[in-house]
């Protein structure tokens, strides 16, 4: 059973990774908002927990499997249900019957080792969740949802149903304003609920190498996203203040967090510094691009 389950799991995290690819060619297109580069990293992950798509000739696995790369039919009516199939080691699927018997107890085995892999990651991830909390309940409150730490460099938000913003103790008050405004938005995007499902599912998809570069680049953008949320409702003057005070912010890093001053800091002073309000004939052009990618990249072959 584990056998065929692993099969899956490998089919999907290899679409996952064509789909992670194209996001990282268009993260290079340096016009294209943070926040609609956020969007797209929807795609990698949900392809690694969504087995089946629409069929379609025109998406990119589509194109693929014209190209020779397999696709199962899974149900079909007006619409084709599908499922990619990149590994190509079956000659039926439902259940999997491999073409070699061999196949069987190498993905017996595989599985063995994917299992054990997902429970010594998600481990490691209770854990780092279990000391944030002891971390947490160390802290002093300020106001209302706002907490004073000496454990911590950089403000950042904690946890997901019950938000709490966490400042450094001592922290220069002339800063405050748009470092709140920054948790704030985080808090409104429910970014750590993002973060901590980004973690899951590379827990899952451990053995994929892509899938932590694509961990590690949704992380970056999720904070220029953010930025861009927020800079859309200064002036150039308060977007200066607010570069200052990213630079006057040590990185600091948290799995369960959002911290001010991570994530490429050079990067984000320079988009923070450069940024200009999007139009709308602009915003509805980029909408009209993500809903062609979003065709394009979570479609299957027929």
Not at 243 to 266: H, M, N, T
Request: aromatic share 14%; proline share 3%; charged share 20%.
């Amino acid at each position: 059973m584990w056998g065929e389950v692993f099969y899956w799991i490998l089919n999907m995290s290899i679409g996952a990774s064509m789909s992670g690819i194209v996001i990282i060619a268009l993260r290079k297109m340096k016009k294209l908002p943070k926040r609609l580069i956020f969007l797209f990293w929807i795609i990698p992950f949900l392809r690694m927990w969504v087995p089946v798509g629409i069929g379609s000739k025109y998406g990119l696995m589509g194109i693929l499997s014209q190209a020779g790369m397999k696709t199962v039919v899974v149900y079909e009516s007006r619409e084709t249900i599908s499922a990619m199939n990149a590994v190509g080691a079956a000659d039926s699927y439902f259940p999997v019957t491999y073409k070699v018997n061999i196949l069987e107890n190498v993905f017996h085995w595989a599985a063995v080792v994917w299992l054990a892999g997902c429970a010594a990651f998600l481990g490691i991830l209770s854990f780092l969740y279990a000391s944030s909390k002891k971390e947490l309940r160390r802290t002093i409150r300020r106001q209302d949802n706002i907490r004073l730490s000496d454990a911590t460099k950089s403000p950042r938000v904690y946890g997901i149903f019950r938000p709490q913003i966490l400042l450094p103790a001592g922290y220069e008050d002339k800063n405050i304003t748009y470092i709140l405004a920054h948790e704030k938005a985080h808090i409104r995007r429910m970014d750590n609920l993002w973060r901590l499902l980004g973690f899951i599912t590379v827990c899952v998809h451990w053995f994929n190498p892509f899938s932590w570069l694509f961990l590690k680049l949704f992380l970056e953008d999720m904070e220029f996203s953010c930025d861009e949320m927020v800079l859309k409702d200064f002036d150039e003057k308060e977007r200066k203040a607010y570069a200052k005070a990213l630079v006057d912010c040590a990185e600091d890093s948290s799995v369960f967090a959002s911290a001010f001053g991570g994530a490429g800091l050079s990067k984000r002073i320079c988009r923070i510094l450069s940024y200009k309000k999007v139009s709308l004939f602009a915003a509805t052009c980029f909408a009209l691009l993500g809903v062609v990618i979003a065709y394009m990249l979570l479609t299957n072959g027929m």
